[in-house]
């Protein structure tokens, strides 16, 4: 008898590594068209202001629309409770050492609430530039936030997730002058890696650019119904 | 670091396309990475070797092929080639684009091994 044989061979298998986590994130999509929840990813670093942005955010969208809110962390409650006071409906996602939000994460929390009552669902990822952009969470659009305190070069340190966004944030920009922020640096920065990507600036102090997020959110939903016949 | 959980799903993955395609031993396991995946080669290398431990795939080679980023130039009208991920500009014309066909793959395309032993006719 010979020796223990292997016939080697070599099999394509051609498949996305987060193909579950992607099927997932199509299910979560077409559930969420269906009802008519438009759908939008925040992503920043820690200290940003997405929690700050998205309290202000939602206590002024939530007097013409349904909106609610998801946020990862990876402990405690206290953002989850910090968006409450907008009065919009809100659960944490507590992650406990992943640093980013999964599909299957945004399925579970959402066991129980009728997506039929809402028309925009936020979700507040983990505050990290790096992993929450390998992973679709069925989100019509991804909004990166920069504050202008983390200098003018960080969209090309962190290219992958300004990459994947529709819509880049610029917080805290009543610190812009304080802080010598270089505005067209940063301009430069992201477009060397997301040419024509839409900018907001805003500042929750003064209330720049909160009613102009707005309205931008609600023609993105209204474009989006339209295009997909959904509602 | 996200490498770990991508780590299990590639182990997982691979685990699942070997059953399928009737290998008993996977000896390696190719794989794409875009340089705009946003995982880290090493990091991934690390987190693999420490995922497959006690699994159908403990001795297997990991093996990268790193995918640079490809754009199509509006201007030229042409996919090209980045020889940096950034800027995304056209490395002919310098037209700016956003429009990125690859570099952001994180594929397992191919496994690498046979039916075991013995008992096999083969």
């Not at chain 1, 968006?83 to 945004?106: F, N, Y």
């Not at chain 1, 909004?143 to 944030?169: M, Q, R």
């Not at chain 2, 290398?45 to 092929?65: K, N, Q, Y």
């Not at chain 2, 790193?66 to 310098?94: H, Q, S, T, W, Y």
Request: charged share 30%.
């Amino acid at each position: 008898m010979q020796e223990t044989t292997i016939s080697p061979r070599i099999v394509e298998i051609r498949q996305n590594v987060l193909k579950k986590n992607d099927l997932l994130a199509r299910d979560l999509r077409k559930r969420f068209q269906e009802t008519g929840v438009y759908v939008v990813n925040l992503v920043s670093s820690p200290g940003a202001g997405k929690t700050t942005l998205l309290t202000e955010l939602l206590s002024r969208l939530g007097k013409r629309h349904k909106a609610a809110a998801l946020v990862g962390d990876l402990a405690t409650e206290n953002d989850a409770e910090r968006l409450r006071q907008s009065g919009a409906k809100v659960r944490q996602i507590i992650t406990g050492t992943v640093c980013h939000l999964e599909a299957d994460m945004i399925e579970r929390t959402l066991e129980g609430w009728d997506l039929n009552e809402i028309d925009f669902l936020f979700i507040e990822n983990v505050g990290n530039l790096v992993c929450p952009a390998s992973y679709d969470l069925g989100e019509n659009q991804r909004v990166v936030l920069f504050s202008v305190t983390e200098g003018e070069d960080k969209p090309v340190k962190y290219p992958t997730i300004v990459n994947s966004a529709d819509l880049a944030i610029i917080t805290k920009i009543d610190l812009a002058e304080a802080v010598e922020f270089q505005r067209e640096r940063f301009y430069e920065a992201l477009n060397d890696v997301r040419s024509g990507i839409p900018v907001l600036e805003v500042s929750v102090r003064t209330g720049e650019g909160i009613d102009e997020w707005i309205t931008r959110l609600e023609a993105d939903r209204e474009a989006f119904e339209k295009a997909t016949g959904s509602l | 670091m996200h490498e770990l959980s991508i780590a299990h799903s590639l182990v997982e993955l691979a685990v699942e396309a070997a059953e399928n395609s009737g290998i008993r031993r996977v000896q390696a396991l190719y794989m794409k990475l875009g340089v705009l995946s946003g995982v880290v080669k090493e990091a991934l290398e690390f987190s693999f070797d420490v995922v497959i431990e006690g699994t159908p795939l403990e001795g297997a080679r990991l093996v990268i092929e790193d995918v640079p980023v490809k754009i199509f130039c509006p201007n030229c009208r042409e996919a090209r080639v980045l020889p940096e991920p950034f800027p995304m500009r056209c490395p002919l014309c310098g037209t700016k684009t956003g429009q990125v066909i690859e570099g952001r793959e994180m594929e397992l395309y191919a496994l690498e091994g046979g039916e075991e032993d013995a008992g096999d006719d083969n």
